[in-house]
């Protein structure tokens, strides 16, 4: 049974930092892709970061435009961990964070921030940022 489990999230104010984990089980971790996608009360789910499945060599991340420069996504295939790190957050930055996996897919660079080809999501976890 595939399972992800989010964590980290909380209340922070303008500028602050969080790190959020998701620790994967079920699945052969350095094969899948991992990404970050959040959706804000009453707006669609949006894409965050990703970092392509990395069994030979490191892994390819992409990020959005309004995150690049102040979140890092980064992983750690031995503890089957994806992380979000995320500096200088804004009030727009709240919203409920979700990590999701996918399968290989050497095409993976064409469609990673479509939130409709992940195969596995975790329940979400809340980042409130306060003005």
């Known amino acids: 049974q595939v399972e992800l489990v989010e964590s980290g999230g909380g209340l922070v104010h303008a500028g602050g930092s969080l790190t959020l984990s998701c620790v994967v089980s079920?699945?052969?971790?350095?094969?899948?892709?991992m990404a970050w996608f959040r959706q804000a009360s009453g707006k669609q789910r949006e894409f965050v970061a990703a970092?392509?499945?990395?069994?030979?060599?490191?892994?390819?991340?992409y990020y959005a435009d309004f995150v690049k420069g102040r979140f890092t996504i980064s992983r750690d295939n031995a503890e089957n961990t994806v992380f979000l790190r995320m500096n200088s957050l804004k009030h727009e930055d709240t919203a409920v964070y979700y990590c999701?996996?996918?399968?290989?897919?050497?095409?993976?660079?064409?469609?990673?921030?479509?939130?409709?080809?992940?195969?596995?999501w975790g329940q979400g976890t809340q980042v409130t940022v306060s003005a």
């Open positions: 999701a996996a996918d399968h290989p897919n050497v095409n993976y660079g064409t469609y990673y921030s479509d939130a409709s080809q992940y195969n596995y």
């Open positions: 079920g699945l052969s971790f350095k094969m899948y892709s």
């Open positions: 970092s392509s499945w990395s069994a030979d060599g490191p892994a390819t991340t």
